[in-house]
């Protein structure tokens, strides 16, 4: 059923019972054109583009949980543009294009909310550093503004200017970033890729893959084997896991991530707002939640939680900055596992092995890549070339040295 | 040390005895030592000699006379000294080491304290993350752990008062110690906190 | 503010006897302006139940009018703002505030008033308020989304306000350790600490409740024949008396963490209007016990049917606690009692032991123990078996309508209690990933596989009956105790009688009318657990987050099991092949400013002072944040008009006569021993072993994947003695670094390192007048003439008559220039001496930010030129790796990305118009080329106004770096709407043949 | 968290800092695969969801780094030794998860 409000309407006279599956839940078939393993936003963007863009529509989706069940939904749902390497920028860039016409696309609101981001600084150095990002993004037609303490102070008065270890110096903004339903873009995605033939198959994990010689022709699951001459990895924090049975050793760790959200309030924060001195970013759900996070607890975890050090740090971060939420309380806390990369940018690329294609490295920041990542990704597994947008994105890149390190850490992927 | 009491300046809660009390150790020499390569026992029985202790190979304070070892890691200790000059004890470290380690002056690099009173377990609580129960922390047990996010060296001595009082000597970095008193004092605020004026600054 | 309403009221419902409460002091208090008052042992639940007071908020999203539905921290609906102005805390449960004098309250997500919300008429159009309705409208047009749709939500979602100022109560956080932690206060819990203290373990015994005792406040039985209170008291009483036991009231154990750390938080002073002197509002305690026993209880579950969230709808052992702890009668007139259980009609047969009316006890089941219904028969209460309430009226509770014997029947109540059975309270047993198990005896989840070092006792482990829940406890304490080796006494156990606990499962009354409610707080009804069925969203994860089943305050602690109990039912799959969604920390919520402690203000992250700190700021230093340091950025001087003026004056003071700045920060790391040198070979790129005692030389660190990780000066101090220094950015990376390469990389190296950063002040003093101040203060003979003691000397020395110093001739500025190190405590010594020294040569102080200035005019790289981006050869640093050896870097920078000539390389920059100004973070885009992505050929890494030049100058990084020297570029800065037309030129604005620092 | 150090004691895991990996060894520089020898080192890793060797820094206490075994799934630490003391036999022959 298309969702309008005539549909709305008809549900609600007819109490509700006109609903029908957002998505099918299908069973698994024993061949296909294509599979994805990954029932993230990821995985499911690439059969939806897969579908929509290349015709593909013998193709499955191979989730070992429920959908949505690892990164996509459990992240802080921000979206932005805002990086500053060129390998970068025009891909996120795309994806925010994508963002912006999502909803009509899929027939699904998925409350993509372009409330702005900010960045804050609070240093000469770090400002220097924000306005080489701003103006690459300009470079790129992103747009992107340097605010100083006062224009920050006139947005957001309630921030702690007075009485800082870290006196706020200014901000980088984006006006065109902000938010989305994390759950939504799932739901979305597998509601439209559905309905153009995708199978989404739930509960079948993969357990290996079927080789012929050095191709791979299909995967092992937990639901019997599935044949398929091309397989692409969106499996977000367990790829160096799925790629090792394959053979593959990657660039990658994984690492938990926190995230935490707050009791509802009424809208006290309109924005997404980053701390510049201390690991806290923050930005209030639609529901009112307060929806905040931090940096990542620091070591190889597959426990999808975290420890009590990282939440005090980020509430200590969210103390020092926004001193008024010290009574608001925090309500739940949770932790998603991904991929670490050791330059802290992405992977999409064919492997050395054909038939696999790998969609991985994420870090903490692929949500907002989600429709650009499966737009990409389908590009390389239907045309087995990487789309211009993100061809930079190479697994070679560590040999080769064209690393893509935004924060310029190294190799070291706790710290990215 | 318990005359220091008496021009002490009280911080928080004001009646009744202070819970917690802070001195500095002012005339202190301080060094690293540190061992060489797998020359840990040769060193300790040099140091044993001539100053009449046994090194210890774990976190403990060990003196004999007016000099003390804390162990503050694998073949690294804080050796002080409470009559020599800084130089003077580096010296005299240099050359009982023969060679087995270096030593390092650290005299004007820390800060220390001699903290005391019976509240001072839940004081040093609010900072410091280990056990400091008197039947773990023994008198002679020494740990180097952050107060808060400032780093320290403490080390049980007998404090010469009520058996379960504790009393602590506490090393601090010079730079950190203006704001590790900040946090000290904000921590034993409850109790009342006697804080012997030149600890501060 | 509400107009006090007549509605919201009545008269006391106090009992004139019993409770758990102290009469003799009463306390006043007000709830939306109206005074009220209540009397010590009240939580504002209970006193508000008491001043008849039954409409406390409005839900969620259909702002249905809501009363109080628990008497513990389950509670989904009492939710008030507590306090007023900066301390407004919103969302707070009544049910866990414990009453003080003067307290005020004000009910939230209503307007105008509570008793009249405008937005209750969002129930008309519920039909359309389906679960999951937003992901499918609002879509058109587009823009309308962050215009109007989207303000329109967050407006009417979200419950309460937030404080309009900073919060003024102090936080703070402690650790505790012990053997045993035992986590809640009932009968289980108190068993267990008690068996524990008597062995001699330290215990702490923990409960979020002011007062301890657990249920056996509530439900009033007899302990040892006696009134359970007394019991619990002596049990107090005995555990005050261990030194080593710690008895933690109104404290939350909230969650489970690796390695046996609990964390805690402890409201020490919410009981009060405001903080005492020298408290904090709330102490966070992170916990490290050996081992755990959690006793937690259990929590008493709805029965989902049409109207089950009037006010005056509430759980039976709610009404039982109101009773008897608190002497409130939670209704006025008459209540009936709906279950499915026998622990309800203990409730029912207390309330008519206190003389509250029974009119009717409706259990679903057919047969009954007579032994529970005999005593309420005899009361005259109506006993309705194999019966159902399908729907309620009124706008408080004034009706109940049965379904009985095929017939419809409808009673006159105006409080209906509620049983559908306990669900055992595993939340803390699942914090580190385990999953409850479905028990089908009980009809309920069990403890799954445990924390490691945790045991489950009582109630919490599905003993229901008192007797089983003190043994348990007891005997849980002593295996664990036993396994950590102690010795457990044993004792005979108190006397007490298990309360019958028979059940079946029921869960929905199908037959409802209206709305049934399974998610009170988030307005969850069974119909939109249909809805989300029919969808496809059956994975019970699917379900609460299509529904938002379980996602509010009290994470639905009394709504998740019934919620997926009817999905079940839908499904037809079994609850267990159901399963559970997860429990995560923290059990119940807790403040934020909780988790900061006294991290906040100024206080968030220590700072470090340099040993010129005090001199620096009686001459009026204006003081920057450099990582942890507070460092003198600049000295403004009276009649200054800006810090350019200052910082110009500072920076020609240098280059014209003399000059002296503070640079203890830098770290600086003394390496001893036989292999220190080579040390230095491997992590540093260029050569080590020749350098001559006396001498110091500059190096580059690089990281292991060829880029820079930092530079510095090392001096040679002695054969096997070398001093290093380290930016200050960098000083406890670098220290970590070397013990990396000495412990980990190659431990069979002898070379000791020690951190001297802190024991030594060091001050530059540069200018062609430095060797004539400094010629002041050394001691004979030490000869301090360019021959003695040319560029790139270091030496060991006294000053000042006998003060142990290190002097190295090292130069930053380009200027002959001295770095001087005496002992900290010395520093401020140093630097007065220095002043009166330099005195005759006008010697000025100088800052950071002339340090910054003096280095962009000599070409050095720092902060911003090392950014982790960038390689030895891009900072034209390539001359200095040595081909000779081995070193931390090497073959990584040999690949092809790296060794690429057209990569960003340093050059200077000056602007073409005279007097234009460079912005850092420009971008370089050629001449006559279209500003774009495509022409992007580098960036401004730091900029200067050189007053030595009387221009502005940059450094930058630039595509084929040092070859373009001469050619023309304009530098963009769209971010602040500049450009300005650049030369590419030598990064060495000042002296490049380095002769000054020669003389 | 709480790692064993065998110097300190138990402690709490924010007074250590992870490098990850520990049965990396630094290869031979001079090696003629020594470019992909150290692109192995530098980048590729296990990431096992099990035992995971690793190095930690005690920089909040005696500034040892150590070796953790420690399971990356339940993050329960099975072992805690210096890394300085590794043998050098063990360095080669330790299997891999
Ligand atoms: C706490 C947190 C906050 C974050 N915040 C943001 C943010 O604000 N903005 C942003 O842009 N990004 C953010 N991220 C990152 C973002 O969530 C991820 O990068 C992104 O979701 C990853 O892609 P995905 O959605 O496809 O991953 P996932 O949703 O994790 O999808 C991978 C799927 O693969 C499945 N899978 C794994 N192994 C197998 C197997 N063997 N067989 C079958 N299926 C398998 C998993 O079950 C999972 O469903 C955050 C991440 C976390 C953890
Ligand atoms: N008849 C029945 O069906 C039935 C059912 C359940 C319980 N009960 C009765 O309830 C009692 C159960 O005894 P018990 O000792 O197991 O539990 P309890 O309910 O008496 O006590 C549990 C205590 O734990 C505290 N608590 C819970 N979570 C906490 C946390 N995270 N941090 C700090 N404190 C926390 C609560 O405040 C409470 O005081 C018995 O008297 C039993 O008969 C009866
Ligand atoms: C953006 C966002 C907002 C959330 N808001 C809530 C919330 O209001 N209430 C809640 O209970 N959980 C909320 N959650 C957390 C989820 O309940 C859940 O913890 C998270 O999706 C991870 O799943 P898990 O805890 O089942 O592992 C939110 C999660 C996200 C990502
Ligand atoms: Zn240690």
């Known amino acids: 059923m298309r969702y309008s409000f005539l549909s709305l309407l008809a549900n609600a006279v007819s109490g509700q019972r006109l609903w029908t599956p957002a998505w099918r839940d299908a069973a698994p078939k024993p061949s296909y054109d294509a599979v994805i393993v990954g029932g993230g936003g990821h995985g499911l963007a690439t059969a939806y583009y897969l579908a929509k863009e290349h015709g593909l529509h013998n193709i499955a989706v191979l989730e070992k949980g429920w959908i949505g069940s690892g990164n996509a939904g459990r992240n802080t749902t921000i979206i932005r543009s805002n990086y500053g390497l060129p390998g970068n920028i025009p891909f996120y860039e795309w994806s925010m294009t994508l963002w912006e016409g999502l909803e009509r696309d899929l027939n699904y609101n998925t409350m993509v909310s372009q409330r702005g981001i900010l960045n804050l600084y609070h240093s000469d150095p770090q400002r220097d550093a924000y306005a080489r990002r701003g103006n690459a993004m300009r470079l790129h037609g992103v747009d992107a503004e340097l605010l100083d303490r006062e224009q920050v102070r006139a947005m957001l008065p309630f921030l702690n200017f007075d009485n800082a270890r870290f006196p706020i110096q200014g901000g980088l903004l984006q006006r065109r970033a902000g938010t989305a339903r994390h759950d939504g873009v799932v739901w979305g995605y597998a509601r439209a890729a559905s309905r153009l033939g995708v199978d989404i198959v739930q509960n079948c994990a993969v357990t290996g893959f079927l080789r012929d010689g050095e191709r791979i022709v299909g995967v092992e699951t937990s639901r019997g084997p599935i044949h398929a001459p091309k397989v692409g990895l969106a499996v977000a924090g367990h790829s160096s896991h799925v790629a090792h049975m394959a053979g593959l050793r990657l660039p990658i760790e994984s690492h938990v991530l926190q995230a935490f959200v707050s009791e509802g309030i009424k809208p006290l924060i309109p924005n997404v707002i980053t701390f510049g001195a201390g690991h806290f970013y923050i930005s209030q759900s639609d529901k009112g939640g307060l929806v905040f996070g931090g940096d990542i607890d620091g070591y190889n975890s597959y426990a999808q939680r975290g420890n009590l050090p990282v939440v005090e740090d980020v509430c200590e971060g969210g103390m020092a900055l926004m001193p008024r939420i010290g009574r608001l309380r925090l309500l739940r806390g949770w932790g998603g596992v991904m991929d670490m990369s050791m330059d802290g940018s992405p992977i999409i690329d064919r492997t050395p092995i054909p038939g696999l294609y790998l969609n991985a490295g994420w870090c903490y920041g692929g949500f907002k890549a989600t429709p650009a990542s499966g737009w990409c990704f389908a590009h390389a597994i239907a045309r087995d070339e990487p789309h211009p947008a993100a061809a930079a994105f190479r697994l070679d890149r560590f040999a080769t040295g064209h690393l893509i390190d935004e924060k310029g850490v190294g190799a070291q992927p706790n710290l990215h | 040390m318990s005359d220091s009491r008496l021009n002490s300046v009280r911080h928080g809660r004001a009646d009744g005895a202070a819970g917690v009390r802070a001195t500095p150790l002012h005339h202190r020499a301080l060094a690293t030592l540190v061992a060489g390569r797998g020359q840990t026992a040769a060193l300790a029985e040099r140091i044993g000699t001539r100053f009449g202790l046994c090194l210890p190979t774990t976190p403990r304070r060990v003196s004999s006379g007016s000099v003390a070892f804390v162990g503050v890691g694998p073949g690294r200790w804080l050796a002080m000294d409470e009559t020599g000059d800084g130089l003077a004890f580096e010296t005299a470290l240099v050359e009982a080491a023969a060679g087995h380690a270096s030593a390092t002056d650290q005299s004007d690099g820390l800060v220390l304290l001699r903290l005391s009173g019976p509240d001072l377990r839940r004081a040093l609580a609010k900072g410091i993350g280990i056990d400091l129960h008197p039947a773990v922390f023994r008198l002679g047990d020494a740990a180097t752990t952050p107060f808060a996010l400032i780093g320290t060296t403490l080390w049980r001595i007998d404090g010469g008062g009520h058996a379960h009082d504790l009393t602590v000597e506490i090393a601090v970095a010079r730079s950190y110690a203006a704001d590790f008193l900040q946090a000290l004092t904000e921590a034993a605020a409850e109790f009342g906190f006697d804080l012997h004026p030149t600890a501060r600054g | ?999 | 968290m709480r790692i064993p150090c065998p110097y300190c004691g138990p402690r709490d895991a924010h007074e250590f800092t992870c490098l990850g990996d520990a049965t990396l060894t630094r290869p031979d520089p001079a090696a003629p695969d020594a470019a992909s020898a150290f692109h192995d080192y530098v980048y590729r890793r296990d990431n096992p969801a099990g035992p995971h060797r690793e190095l930690w820094y005690h920089g909040g206490g005696c500034r040892s780094w150590l070796e953790v075994t420690r399971d990356t799934r339940t993050h329960a630490i099975t072992d805690a030794r210096f890394a300085a003391d590794r043998s050098s036999a063990a360095q080669g022959t330790e299997d891999r998860p």
């Not at chain 3, 240098?654 to 600086?668: A, P």
Request: aromatic letters at 6%; a neutral charge.
């Open chain 3, 1 to 999: 503010m509400t107009a006090p309403t007549a509605q919201n009221t009545g008269p006391s419902r106090r009992l004139a006897k019993g409770g758990l409460i102290d009469r003799s002091q009463p306390l006043e208090f007000d709830f939306d302006g109206r005074p009220l008052s209540g009397v010590a042992g009240d939580t504002l639940a209970s006193a508000l139940l008491a001043n008849g007071v039954t409409l406390v908020g409005r839900s969620f999203k259909y702002h249905r009018p809501r009363g109080i539905l628990t008497a513990g921290s389950e509670e989904p609906n009492a939710l008030v703002e507590l306090r007023s102005g900066a301390r407004r805390e919103p969302n707070t449960r009544a049910t866990m505030v414990e009453l003080y004098d003067r307290l005020s309250a004000t009910s939230q997500n209503r307007w105008p008033s509570l008793e009249h919300d405008a937005l209750s008429i969002n129930r008309l159009a519920a039909p359309l308020f389906g679960a999951g309705f937003y992901y499918k409208t609002f879509m058109w047009p587009a823009a309308l989304w962050e215009r109007l749709y989207e303000p329109l939500i967050r407006r009417a979602a979200g419950l309460g306000r937030a404080a309009d100022h900073e919060d003024p109560d102090r936080y703070e956080k402690a650790t505790a350790h012990c053997d045993l932690l035992v986590i809640g206060a009932g009968p289980a819990g108190l068993m267990a600490a008690l068996t524990a203290a008597r062995s001699g373990a330290r215990v702490i015994l923990a409960d979020e409740d002011f007062r301890l005792g657990g249920r056996l406040l509530s439900d009033a039985p007899e302990v040892d024949g006696a009134p359970a209170p007394l019991w619990v008291d002596r049990v107090l009483g005995e555990l005050a008396s261990f030194p080593d036991v710690t008895v933690m009231p109104r404290t939350t154990v909230f969650g489970v963490y690796d390695g046996g750390t609990y964390g805690a938080v402890e409201r020490v002073s919410d009981h009060r209007a405001e903080p005492l002197p020298w408290q904090p509002r709330q102490r966070l305690w992170r916990i490290v016990a050996r081992r755990s026993l959690l006793a937690a209880g259990a929590i008493e579950r709805p029965i989902v049917f049409g109207g089950n969230d009037r006010p005056g709808v509430m759980m039976a052992g709610a009404m039982r606690a109101y009773a008897n702890r608190f002497a409130v009668a939670a209704a006025r007139e008459a209540v009936a009692v709906f279950a499915n259980n026998d622990s309800a009609w203990s409730a029912a047969r207390d309330l008519s032991r206190l003389g509250v009316r029974v009119a009717a006890v409706i259990d679903v089941r057919e047969r009954v123990d007579p032994a529970l219904t005999a005593p309420l028969a005899a009361a005259g209460a109506r006993l309705m078996l194999g019966s159902r309430v399908i729907a309620t009226s009124g706008k408080r509770l004034s009706v109940v309508e049965v379904l009985t014997g095929g017939k419809r029947e409808t009673l006159k109540v105006d409080g209906l209690a509620m049983s559908g059975g306990w669900s055992p309270t595993v939340n803390l047993t699942c914090h580190l990933g385990s999953r409850p198990v479905w028990n089908d005896a009980l009809s309920a989840f069990l403890p799954g596989s445990l924390p490691p070092g945790m045991t489950v006792a009582g109630a919490a482990n599905g003993r229901f009956g008192l007797a089983a829940c003190l043994a348990d406890g007891a005997a849980s304490a002593t295996a664990a105790l036993a396994d950590l080796g102690f010795a457990v006494p044993s004792a005979a156990l108190p006397r007490a009688d298990d309360d019958p606990a028979g059940l079946i499962p029921f869960w929905h009354v199908a037959e409802s009318k209206g709305a049934a409610f399974v998610d009170h707080q988030n307005d969850v009804t069974a119909k939109d657990i249909a809805i989300a069925h029919r969808e496809g969203f059956r994975a019970v994860e699917h379900l609460k987050r299509y529904t938002t089943l379980g996602m509010a305050t009290d994470q639905g602690k009394t709504a998740n099991l019934t919620g997926l109990a009817i999905m079940s039912a839908l499904t037809g799959k079994d609850i267990p092949e159901t399963g559970t969604t997860m429990f995560r920390p923290p059990y119940s919520p807790v403040a934020i400013g909780a988790f900061g402690g006294s991290h906040r203000g100024k206080a968030f992250r220590p700072t470090r002072l340099t040993p010129t700190h005090g001199w620096a700021t009686e001459h009026g230093a204006v003081f920057v944040e450099t990582g942890p340091w507070l460092r003198a950025q600049y000295f403004p001087r009276p009649g200054e008009r800006d810090w350019l003026e200052t910082v110009n004056r500072e920076v020609t003071a240098v280059r014209t006569g003399v000059g002296l700045c503070d640079v203890s920060t830098l770290g600086k790391i003394d390496i001893q021993g036989p292999d220190a040198a080579t040390l230095l070979e491997r992590v540093y790129i260029n050569g080590w072993s020749g350098l001559e005692v006396g001498k110091a030389r500059y190096g580059v660190m690089l990281r292991e994947d060829g880029m820079v990780m930092d530079d510095g000066t090392t001096a040679r101090l002695g054969p096997t003695h070398f001093v290093m220094t380290t930016t200050t950015a960098n000083a406890v990376k670098v220290f970590q670094h070397l013990e990396h390469a000495l412990q980990v990389l190659w431990p069979e190296l002898d070379a000791r390192i020690a951190s001297v950063s802190d024991q030594w002040a060091q001050i530059a003093v540069a200018g062609p007048k430095a060797r004539e101040t400094l010629a002041r203060i050394v001691d004979a003979p030490f000869d301090l003439g360019n021959a003695a003691f040319p560029y790139m000397a270091a030496a060991e020395l006294t000053v000042l008559g006998g003060l142990r110093a290190r002097l190295f001739r090292l130069s930053f500025s380009g200027e002959l220039a001295y770095e001087i190190a005496v002992p900290a405590r010395q520093g401020d010594r140093l630097v007065r001496a220095l002043m009166d020294a330099g005195a005759p040569f006008g010697i000025t102080p100088y800052g950071t930010e002339a340090l910054g200035v003096l280095r962009i005019e000599k070409g050095h790289a720092a902060g911003n030129e090392l950014n982790g981006q960038t390689t030895a050869h891009d900072l034209g640093l390539g001359r200095m790796m040595s081909g000779k050896k081995d070193f931390i870097g090497r073959v990584m920078s040999n690949r092809p990305g790296l060794r690429d000539p057209d990569r960003p390389a340093l050059v200077g920059l000056r602007p073409l118009p005279p007097g234009a100004r460079l912005r850092a973070g420009s971008h370089l885009i050629p001449v006559g080329q279209p500003t774009d992505a495509a022409n992007d050929q580098g960036y401004l890494t730091s900029v200067a106004h050189s007053p030595t030049l009387g221009h502005a100058i940059g450094l930058a990084l630039l595509a084929g770096g040092p070859r373009r020297i001469g050619e023309r570029l304009r530098a963009v800065d769209p971010l602040r709407n500049e450009e300005v037309e650049v030369e590419v030129c030598n990064p060495v604005f000042v002296d490049p043949q380095g002769e000054k620092l020669r003389v």
